[in-house]
Nanobody, 124 residues
Framework: QVQLVESGGGLVQAGGSLRLSCAASGRTFSSYAMGWFRQAPGKEREFVAGISWSGSIRYYADSVKGRFTISRDNVKNTVYLQMNSLKPEDTAVYFC?????????????????WGQGTQVTVSS
């Protein structure tokens, strides 16, 4: 397993941008697929974006496609989520997750390690 720590959340106005980072510990980070999920109050955790170990495969939820970009740096053991054109409905706690597989998946049950989450609040 890897340990994950998210950062970069905060309060932003609608239309603004934020970049989330997720730092991973462990020498095998590059063998993990990574995902970003979010959970709004009273709602279930939902998939946002996923990236394969090499970065060549990326998945996005329809709600963020064209606005969010997932990337990773296997030298820095970090995965990023660039969020542009933010909307109030993007307000949630954002979690990164690691899957001991080369490919990401949209199912939260298939991820082995989770960070503690970072709050993103988008004001209208």
């Amino acid at each position: 397993q890897v340990q994950l720590v998210e950062s970069g959340g905060g309060l932003v106005q609608a239309g603004g941008s934020l970049r989330l980072s997720c730092a991973a510990s462990g020498r095998t980070f590059s063998s993990y697929a990574m995902g970003w999920f979010r959970q709004a109050p009273g709602k279930e955790r939902e998939f946002v974006a996923g990236i394969s170990w090499s970065g060549s495969i990326r998945y996005y939820a329809d709600s963020v496609k064209g606005r969010f970009t997932i990337s990773r740096d296997n030298v820095k053991n970090t995965v990023y989520l660039q969020m542009n054109s933010l909307k109030p409905e993007d307000t949630a706690v954002y979690f990164c997750a690691a899957r001991s597989n080369t490919r990401p998946t949209i199912s939260s049950y298939e991820y082995d390690s989770w960070g503690q989450g970072t709050q993103v609040t988008v004001s209208s």
